[in-house]
């Protein structure tokens, strides 16, 4: 991966100034490649990543693993389409292994998401069965800490 997608990534409020000495790049060439990588769809957009068990105590996230009959000439896609077009889904992934796609969904309570994977997910044309996992804890979301108050700081020795 290019290095200045490497460093937005890590931090997507750094200056064209600061990204430039980081890179060796000039300014106007760090704002150009952004402008880029924005219009190439390598930068899809920019978030801030937020601890929700602060921000809101009452949120609920749940990965749920869905296995699906994939339709002919169309394969995992149509449907995968139609469950990302749901305004409570946050990402929809294709996966390998025993389960097709993995859908990341909010809500605000254990009982919204339940009843939509009952009522709406469940019950789509090709779904053959679902498994949700409501998320306890987050300890690293984007590989961000997300509960430094207990970090030990000392490295692992081996004798």
């Known amino acids: 991966m290019d290095s200045l997608l490497t460093l937005l990534k890590t931090n997507a409020r750094l200056t064209a100034d600061e990204l430039a000495t980081m890179t060796g790049l000039t300014a106007a ?76 969904l909010s809500g605000t309570d254990y009982k919204e998401i339940a009843l939509f994977v009952a009522r709406r997910l469940s019950t789509l044309e090709g779904v053959i069965s679902t498994s949700t996992h409501f998320v306890l804890k987050r300890y690293k979301e984007n590989g961000v800490l997300m509960d430094n108050d207990n970090v030990d700081e000392r490295s692992l020795m081996s004798p």
């Open 29 to 104: 060439e760090v704002a150009a490649k952004i402008v880029a990588y924005e219009k190439e769809g390598v930068i899809r957009g920019y978030k801030a990543i937020i601890n929700e068990e602060l921000a809101d105590k009452n949120a609920v996230t749940a990965f749920i693993e869905v296995k699906v009959a994939p339709k002919a000439e169309q394969g995992f896609d149509d449907l995968a389409k139609t469950i990302m077009s749901f305004d409570e889904v946050d990402s929809v992934t294709l996966m390998s292994g025993s389960f097709d796609l993995a859908v990341t």
